[in-house]
């Protein structure tokens, strides 16, 4: 029987289920819930402008606003204003020349989120291999691992201490309850939160033509309530967010997560991440093989989006699978990852020649973006 929601990493060399050790999330030592209100700042307006020098140390902007001097086109949130320095710009920067100040949030001391202390899309971790399997720690720290009321629920990526970006089929059931979910950053071995951080979800972004039988345009984000703290100590990094309309078709991308091995073994989530390369294909090689009788056959239109999805794999045991919903693939642009897709649905897993199919993120760039300003 077909299973729409089939999303998950099967990897050829399967790890132990590890289904009943529990994870975070689950059980009643599960996170507190983090207080306080919700967060000015990213995402909800313009930076500030930028105050006077600080004499010493970390400057404060004239409205209590704390910065950081990075380099310019280092600060990790894209909502920055990028002040570039020129001669007759010089008073509005208050960093020095080729650095621009990377804003937090107004009411925390220091630099909360750790903004500026990372680029997008740089591992955290010297990886050696991105042979199919174990990921390293570190390798993939824009990974979220989401859960819910009932325990673990999916992954996502982080695109800026305050957002994650996920699969609206992961979220969609909380969407008015958005503080039943949580995201961990930090995550590797899913029994391990020792280094790991949690937030709650203050609110939760359905793509307006989300459909949920189809699902087409699936695609979510969340608003945090407050900030993850970037971190080469914390692992957390977010992933950069490709620009508008970008296509990332013939390239070898990296999908990692903590879905099942094998379809419906129900082994999710599996204790220690995992990664998968696939190869993006053309959207006819993916209809083509989805219109096969055995497959869609005359469904395949209800259900591909040439717009909204890509496709990637198709090789035997490299796949994602069940529970991996939500899960980013990620393609190096000059050494850093960008977000290319979401996992969204197959048909069985890590079949030859059938396709995983993920929310095509380029896509939707322009809608991220709003949303983020917005929430
Ligand atoms: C929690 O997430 C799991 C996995 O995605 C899902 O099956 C379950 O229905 C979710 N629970 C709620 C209450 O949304």
Known sequence: MFSKVCVFLVIASAVNSVAGQGFPGSGSAGPPPTSGGGNPGIGTSGPPSGGGFGSAGRPTGSGGQNYVCVPIG??????????????????????PAGQEPCYTTGNNPGNPCGLGTTQCGTRLASVTSNADG???????????????????????????????????????????????????????????????????????????????????????????ENCFTLGQSNYINTACLPTQGQSFVGQNCLVSGWGETSFRLNDAPTMRQKQVTVPIVPYATCRASYAQSNLLGNRVDFYL????????????????????????????????YTVAGLVIWGKGCGAPGVYGVYTNVPNYVNWIQNTVNTQ
């Open 74 to 95: 280092t600060c990790s949130s894209f909502t920055i204003d990028v002040r570039i320095v020129t001669p007759g710009n010089q008073q509005q920067n208050p960093c």
């Open 134 to 224: 174990f990921s390293q720690r570190g390798a993939f720290p824009w990974q979220a691992f989401i859960v819910n009321q009932t325990g673990y629920a999916g992954s996502g990526v982080l695109i800026d201490p305050y957002h994650v970006v996920t699969a609206a089929h992961k979220v969609v059931q909380n969407q008015n309850n958005p503080r039943n979910i949580g995201v961990y950053m930090g995550i590797w071995e899913s029994t391990d939160v020792s280094t790991a951080q949690y937030r709650v979800v203050s609110r939760v972004s359905i793509h307006p033509q989300y459909n949920s039988a189809s699902l087409r345009n699936d695609i979510a984000v969340l608003r945090l």
């Open 305 to 336: 989006d040439s717009v909204g999805e890509i496709c990637a794999g198709g090789q035997s045991m490299r796949d994602a699978c069940t529970q991996d919903g939500g899960a980013p693939l990620v393609c190096p642009v000059n050494g850093r």
